[in-house]
């Protein structure tokens, strides 16, 4: 197993190891650690449920599917399939979190680009930054909407009331930058594409209970239920589907353990770095006067620097809880941001390292200038329509 961990695999185990040496040697007071950690367990048990609600929803081929009839629909029009593509690709983000539409709908759009001889470049940079850019609607499209939740007081639906005109900002400033430097003839070359022909799932009880499942999901979370009880009545229903018809496809391999190392790890090195001045340094970045798109700034600029989860938490905790549109100038900052370097966000290097699985070049220089653009236009939008909005 040990020869099967990846850099990747070992920073997050270093991550939690680091926190519980801060907790042993009264860095972090137990009681700190304890109050930290009982602010995450629902927010583990959501991402465990979802994770492998979507894990099994690829494996009933819901994705594929729905990926292959969008080429068909599109009938060789790259214009139309440039829609399908970026709706698709956002619905997932919005109601199965970023790191679904990076992990997952990756090498799904991955392989539909040789069945239509499709380049695959154009599919990809849709799935990276509308993973990052369509996470603000909801509080399960990006963890740091579901960790500022408890500091906002807002149920799911007075969120989507905040957040709706600056995720139609983000989304829009996105499509336009991937028309323009991914998706148009002078960079595609090719007029049309060839629909793939349609292939018969191989099993339809799995993949009705997929779609059931996914359906469910979304219909509690427009009821207002709570993200861990949704995403776990929804799992449930996929899991026992997959238990009676392909039980061989249930491994520990299903269960996200790097997430929740990743996430308990963090909420420990955070605190304890905040007792002992990063909460000063935060405080001077941000300033005094309540600027939001200064506040968004250094956001998007510690997320392209040290990830976008521990930047949000490092910030996070020197804005008073009243003062919800910093908080939510935060959130743009860290989701519509960390687009510029390969690491700003965990969904990031996890398509990174599918894009390599599936031998596709992406030129390094290319992704750092057009991320940077679509950051600074993509703020300025997305903090516009935060200020109008409220």
Not at 112 to 133: D, F, G, H, Q, S
Not at 336 to 358: N, Q
Request: charged share 15%.
């Amino acid at each position: 197993m040990l020869r099967r961990l990846g850099v990747l695999d070992w920073i997050r185990i270093g991550l939690l190891v680091l926190g519980l040496v801060f907790v042993a040697t009264g860095l972090l007071p137990r009681e700190a650690a304890a109050e930290s950690l009982d602010e995450i367990w629902p927010l583990l048990i959501f991402l465990v449920a979802v994770i492998v609600l979507a894990e099994l929803t690829k494996e009933a081929q819901v994705f594929d599917a729905i990926a292959a009839r969008m080429a068909v629909l599109g009938r060789g029009n790259y214009a139309a399939l440039f829609l399908l593509c970026t709706a698709f690709a956002s619905f997932v983000t919005i109601f199965l979190n970023l790191d679904t539409t990076a992990v997952l709908l990756t090498p799904v759009m991955l392989a539909l680009a040789p069945k239509a001889r499709i380049a695959p470049l154009p599919l990809a940079m849709t799935t990276i930054w509308l993973a990052n850019t369509a996470s603000l609607l909801l509080p399960v499209s990006n963890l740091t909407n579901l960790l500022a939740m408890g500091k906002l007081r807002l149920d799911a639906q007075e969120f989507a009331a905040r957040m709706w005109a600056p995720q139609l900002a983000a989304i829009a400033v996105t499509m336009v930058f991937l028309w323009a430097f991914y998706w148009r003839r002078g960079e595609r070359r090719d007029l049309r594409y060839s629909p793939p022909v349609l292939e018969p799932v191989a099993d339809r009880v799995l993949f009705a209970a997929a779609a059931a499942g996914c359906l469910l999901f979304i219909v509690l979370l427009l009821l207002n239920a709570h993200v861990a009880v949704a995403a776990g009545a929804a799992a449930l229903i996929v899991v026992v589907a997959f238990l009676l018809r392909a039980r061989e496809r249930l491994t520990w391999e299903l269960f996200p353990w790097q997430l929740v190392v990743f996430v308990t790890g963090l909420f420990l090195v955070v605190p304890t770095l905040s007792r002992h001045g990063l909460s000063d340094l935060m405080a001077w970045m941000i300033g005094t006067e309540g600027d939001p798109y200064r506040t968004a700034a250094v956001g998007a600029g510690l997320s392209n620097v040290i990830n976008n989860l521990p930047a949000y938490k490092a910030v996070e905790a020197v804005i008073p809880a009243a003062d919800q549109g910093r908080l939510l100038s935060l959130l743009a900052g860290t989701n519509v941001g960390p687009v510029i370097t390969p690491w700003a966000s965990l969904a990031t290097l996890l398509w990174f390292e599918s894009c390599r699985r599936h031998e596709v070049r992406v030129p390094m220089r290319r992704f750092l200038i057009t991320g940077a653009g679509l950051a600074v236009a993509g703020l300025v939008a997305t903090v516009w329509a935060l200020t109008w909005a409220l």
